[in-house]
């Protein structure tokens, strides 16, 4: 790689949103308005643990809001991606972008 590319841009990605995971599931989520559960369960291709501590990582970082409630007895979870988390989105999106470009040498200057 040449001395010349500034690779610093990838340090300051969000950790919270670079994870594969918890990628795919802000993806699902910035498609549609809310998801339950078992629903993004199997989008994601996560076990329910899984699926759980990530969520509860993107809670904790204010990116999404999950709503527990019963359905007919059935417990029910919804899950939607929050104003912070779409912005979140934007934000490593631009980052990537950067890393990218920097990386090609196809910055918007050339």
């Known amino acids: 790689m040449p001395a ?4 610093g841009a990838i ?5 919270v949103v ?6 795919m599931i802000l993806a699902y989520l910035a498609a549609v308005d809310s998801a339950d ?11 329910r643990g899984n699926l759980s501590s990530h969520l509860n990582t993107l ?3 204010g990116y999404v809001s999950i709503q527990k ?3 007919e007895k ?6 939607r991606l929050t104003a912070a988390g779409r912005a979140a989105i934007r934000s490593y999106r631009k980052q990537m972008r950067t890393v990218i470009d920097d ?6 200057g050339e």
């Open 103 to 108: 990386l090609l040498g196809t910055g918007s």
């Open 11 to 15: 340090a300051d990605l969000d950790r």
């Open 74 to 79: 059935v417990p029910h979870t919804l899950i």
């Open 69 to 71: 409630e019963f359905v």
């Open 37 to 47: 559960f078992i629903f993004l369960m199997n989008q994601v291709n996560l076990t």
């Open 18 to 23: 670079h994870s594969p995971a918890r990628l």
């Open 59 to 61: 809670e904790e970082a």
């Open 4 to 7: 010349d590319k500034d690779l």
